[in-house]
């Protein structure tokens, strides 16, 4: 009998434990779905935050462009947009910080890939930005052929059969860039050239202009040869305040200089911009960088939103 009792008892206890080790896995997975929720919460409410940044930014421009002259935009860095924005206070707590910045203040990468005469010019002038910045490796001649639709190698150039060698192997692209980060796939691209250029190229649309009121001094530098940066530096002081009123004056200054001006096409206004929000909310961040495209009548598109930048306190430390 006392035996009968003891097995009964131990039934019950590994009963009890049994039923404890599954109450306490169901416990255990309500959490994590709980937690799971939260978190898909929190990057919902960050995401549309994001997005309410990216509507003020449009807002902004449309109204920067009914201030001015639809015609013959004028865009530099004492505008209203271009100025720091005070990060917005949610209710609930956290904040969105914004940024506007012109996306044409940089060489295109694409200008190669123009036609005739132009798409020269432009490869002349990241030539000139490459030898501005110390940078041996025959890039502009590999990105020409990566930009081009046919397999011709030209001289420090490469095509596919060259990609094919490589482990892992991938082909050119044959297409103008989407991304700046597409630079990294050139051969023999080392990643302290990559990071080089960086601050100083962008990947724009073919229509894009550079525009001479936000383009820093190494860019204006490589819109000539024998442009020293001190001379481009001048430049940007001279058009502080106001900027260039026209690409003529700007290139009448050069000109007084000695100076002719080979390079991609040029304005003294954009008409594309990037935004850049970022959301602090419930510990956690969320950043969105759009690329905007403003037209004469006032209207913006949205030509891409990127969700894998660093934010702005990235771009700071890199800049220091």
Do not use: C
């Amino acid at each position: 009998m006392n035996g009968q009792r003891g097995v009964a008892l131990i039934t019950v206890l590994l009963v009890v434990a049994l039923v404890t080790v599954v109450g306490a896995g169901l416990i255990a997975r309500q959490q994590l779905a709980i937690r799971s929720s939260g978190n898909l919460l929190v990057h919902n409410q960050a995401w549309h935050y994001a997005l309410g940044g990216e509507l003020l930014a449009k807002a902004i421009l449309r109204e920067d462009l009914r201030r001015g002259d639809a015609r013959q935009p004028l865009d530099h860095p004492a505008e209203p947009w271009a100025q720091p924005l005070k990060p917005f206070p949610f209710d609930e707590g956290g904040t969105l910080q914004l940024r506007l910045e012109d996306a044409t203040g940089r060489f295109n990468l694409n200008a190669l890939a123009l036609p005739d005469n132009a798409g020269l010019q432009a490869f002349a002038q990241f030539q000139r930005l490459l030898r501005l910045l110390d940078i041996d490796p025959p890039y502009a001649e590999r990105l020409r052929d990566w930009l081009d639709e046919d397999e011709q190698v030209s001289p420090g150039g490469a095509e596919d059969n060259d990609y094919l060698l490589l482990q892992p192997a991938y082909r050119a692209a044959n297409r103008v860039l989407a991304e700046v980060s597409e630079l990294r796939l050139l051969l023999d691209m080392t990643e302290v050239d990559y990071r080089r250029l960086l601050p100083h190229v962008t990947a724009l649309p073919l229509d894009a202009r550079l525009n001479l009121n936000s383009a820093g001094p190494l860019v204006l530098a490589s819109l000539a040869e024998g442009l020293s940066p001190q001379l481009a530096q001048g430049l940007i002081v001279a058009r502080e305040g106001q900027g260039f009123a026209s690409v003529e004056s700007f290139i009448a200054q050069l000109g007084a200089a000695g100076q002719t001006v080979t390079g991609q096409p040029l304005a003294v206004g954009s008409r594309y911009f990037r935004v850049i929000g970022e959301v602090e909310l419930a510990g956690r961040r969320q950043v969105l960088v759009s690329l905007l495209r403003r037209d004469a009548d006032g209207s913006l598109t949205v030509l891409s939103r990127d969700l894998g930048q660093m934010g702005m306190h990235k771009e700071r430390d890199d800049d220091a």
